[in-house]
């Protein structure tokens, strides 16, 4: 079983719609939970950031993590286009000053 | 700020050639990572610094691979004997211990075909 474990896609929706992305992973002693958006042939962007269980927002952008299921989502709102990128989830047990184990990417579509 | 920067973008190298692979943190940070990309694997950690440092190196894939910080401003990572199944990207980050809470920050890769 790998560490992280994310469904790679592709995931196409209308624009306008809700997507929801997810990763599950089995140790218990991950504490950092990231994710990063990465455009064709380009590095990964840092999206959000969030610490232990619980929820953060940043605009259209919602992060959650069940630290006692092992599982984390982001959800985006109100869909674009230009959301259209692959996702990756990313964790660490000791801050983002320590390795990130990442998710394979889940790829998404937008369609206008 | 003009973020992480990696050289070249490109590199299309015969198998045995040395290929080196050059990365520039951002102003500040004092952890650098060097992280490979493939299909099959997505992204793995190679090896990281910290204040100039290696701290792990567990993941570099063996001797031919190999990795140096000689300042704060500049990392590099090569590869001698180049081969086929060393084809990826290579990405460089880097982060700061002030603001371990935001994450690491990537450069554009370069992606590396050994013929």
């Known amino acids: 079983q790998k560490e992280v474990e994310q469904d790679p896609g592709p995931l196409s929706v209308p624009e306008g719609a809700i997507v929801s992305l997810n990763c599950t992973y089995s140790?218990?002693?991950?504490?950092?939970f990231m994710w990063y958006r990465q455009y064709s042939r380009k590095g990964p962007e840092l999206l959000m950031y969030?610490?232990?269980?619980g929820n953060k927002e940043d605009g259209r952008f919602t992060a959650q993590v069940d630290k006692s299921s092992k599982y984390i989502s982001l959800f985006i709102r109100d869909s674009q286009p230009s959301d259209s990128a692959t996702y990756l989830c990313?964790?660490?047990?000791?801050?983002?000053?320590?390795?990130?184990?990442f998710g394979k990417g889940t790829r998404l579509s937008v369609i206008a | 700020d003009a973020g992480v920067i990696q050289s070249p973008r490109h590199e299309v190298t015969e198998m045995g050639q040395e290929v080196t692979l050059r990365c520039k943190p951002i102003s500040g940070h004092d952890y650098l990572f060097w992280y490979r990309q493939t299909m099959m694997r997505g992204l793995e950690l190679l090896i990281y610094?910290?204040?100039?440092?290696?701290?792990?190196d567990s993941g570099m894939p063996e001797d031919r691979f190999s990795a140096k910080m000689p300042n704060a401003s500049f990392s590099t990572l090569k590869i001698q004997p180049s081969e086929p199944r060393d084809s990826a990207v290579y990405f460089c980050a880097s982060s700061s211990p002030g603001q371990g809470g935001t994450g690491q920050f990537f450069g554009p890769g370069t992606r590396l075909t050994v013929l």
């Open positions: 140790n218990s002693a991950f504490q950092y």
């Open positions: 969030t610490y232990s269980s």
């Open positions: 990313a964790m660490s047990w000791n801050s983002g000053n320590t390795p990130l184990v």
């Open positions: 610094f910290n204040n100039n440092v290696p701290i792990d």
